[in-house]
């Protein structure tokens, strides 16, 4: 499948993926991965399960090591990086699922997502959260367990925003959340990257996911099979094949 590049050159990456070949134990999934993530955009990966979009985030958080190739962030290569070093470099992962201590208050699950800064620094941060989430901010007793699927997201997306990412790396953040909630979710998001944040975001409900992003790249087989405007995705008639799989008509 041919690449349709349409880079905004202007921009320098701020994500760089080189040649990246990447898996767990026996199973390769990335295939000299090749992409880019540049700052104040959503960058929306799309493709069939399987294709290496979660991987591609593990990969960049340290979860996984390479095998081969280079992944950059600054320019500086980042492979071998754990999550924590990574984290403090400025890359924070909201994985998919729930990831809260629900008989926690929303207080304490945001203290214990900044256990790292200092004192006075974390009562800072989360008092910028609460204020960029005056949901949290009413409910800041209350436990984890007990919000709304959509408040426990805002919850986990808050606590990565405690370490002032420049690059925000979320997984399926739509998940059992009403189409309502989606949109507040997608918003927000779309809000971080238009304060200057990176946003990569892996998300099965593409066509709203696609209204919000920047750009959209397809993998096929762990390697990247399209890179275009989301804009322009959302109107192709292969949109559908590209995330199911097989290949594009030309």
Partial sequence: MEISS???????????????????????V???????????????????????????????FGMLTPRSGEVRFN???????????LLSKGIAFVPQGRN????????????????????????ERIAEVMELFPRLAQRTDSRAASLSGGEQKQLEVGRALLVKPEVLLIDEPSIGLAPIIVQDVMTLLRKLADSGKSVLMVEQNV?????????????????????????????????NRLFLGGHAAK
């Avoid at 080189?18 to 898996?23: H, N």
């Avoid at 696609?210 to 959302?234: F, H, I, N, Q, W």
């Fill in 6 to 28: 349409q880079t905004n050159l202007k921009t320098p990456p701020l994500i760089e993926f080189d040649k990246v070949v990447a898996g767990y134990t026996h199973l390769t």
């Fill in 30 to 60: 990335l295939n000299e991965m090749t992409l880019d993530a540049r700052k104040g955009e959503i960058t929306l990966l799309i493709g069939p399960n399987g294709a290496g979009k979660s991987t591609v985030l593990k990969t960049l």
């Fill in 75 to 85: 320019g500086q290569v980042i492979n071998g990086r754990t999550p924590r070093q």
């Fill in 100 to 123: 809260l201590f629900g008989s926690l208050s929303v207080l304490h699950n945001l203290e214990l997502g900044g256990l790292h800064l200092p004192k006075a620094l974390l009562k």
């Fill in 207 to 239: 066509r709203t996911a696609l209204k919000y992003s920047d750009r959209a790249l397809a993998l096929e087989m762990g390697t990247l099979a399209v890179d275009k405007p989301a804009a322009e995705l959302l109107d192709d008639p292969n949109l």
